[in-house]
């Protein structure tokens, strides 16, 4: 495991701590720690999400253009509704700052199903196990809840991601549809089971 390696080369064997707290600890003094999305903090997902839509506007359904338009009551609402009966979220944040957003929501047809949405990490924190751990966070919250399957949509042009989530465990299905923001491009399905 890569965490190993580099724990070996640090001369940092016997140290149990995260894969990703390892990278960071080796690269730098940042220590990543989730939150649930709440209320209280939303407006640090406020800002980190509308940089989201800025850094990668073609790995999202929603826009920036749309969402700078909402309100600080509409960011606190959807907070809210983000982490709530059948749904949850997390913040990544580095001393504080956030650096990484995720959400997870049961199907309401079907709650054996849940999806994954809103995957997104500041590019600075890239490659450093953030994005493992947010989804991790979702795997946790989905199984919890009975779920057995995390059903997740990505644009057919995000290769990153789908290698990504492939090294998570998720594969394309055969569903494809249309992405909404741009023609020439596609919404892939990738499914992992739970159990
Ligand atoms: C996709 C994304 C969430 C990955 O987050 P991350 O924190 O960098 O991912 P991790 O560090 O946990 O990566 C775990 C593994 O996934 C794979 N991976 C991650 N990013 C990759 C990339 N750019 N290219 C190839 N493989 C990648 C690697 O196998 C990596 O392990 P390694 O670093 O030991 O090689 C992040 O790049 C991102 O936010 N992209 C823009 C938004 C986006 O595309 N969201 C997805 C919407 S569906």
């Known amino acids: 495991m890569q965490m190993r390696r580099d724990a070996r080369l640090a001369g940092l064997e016997g140290f149990t701590i995260e894969a990703s707290r390892a990278k960071n600890f080796l690269a730098g003094p940042a220590m990543i720690t989730l939150e649930p999305l709440t209320p209280e ?24 253009q749309d969402e ?3 309100t600080d009551g509409d960011w606190i609402r959807r907070a809210g509704q983000w982490s709530g009966a059948r749904s949850r979220s997390f913040l990544a944040l580095d001393q504080g700052a956030a650096c990484g957003i995720v959400g997870g929501f049961l199907d309401p047809q079907d709650a054996i199903r849940a999806q994954l949405v809103s995957m997104w990490v500041a590019p600075a924190h890239r490659r450093l196990g ?22 997740l949509v990505v644009t057919s ?27 020439l491009l596609d919404d892939l399905e990738m499914i992992r089971p739970l159990c």
């Open 130 to 151: 953030v994005g493992t751990q947010l989804v991790g966070a979702i795997v946790d919250w989905a199984r919890a809840e009975k779920a057995r399957l995390l059903r």
């Open 68 to 70: 700078s338009r909402l």
């Open 41 to 64: 903090n939303a407006l640090v997902f406020k800002s980190a999400r509308l940089c989201a839509l800025q850094d990668a506007p073609r790995a999202f359904a929603a826009t920036y």
């Open 157 to 183: 042009n995000n290769q990153p991601a789908i290698r990504f989530y492939r090294r998570l465990g998720f594969t394309l299905t055969a569903r494809i549809g249309p992405y909404r923001n741009d023609p």
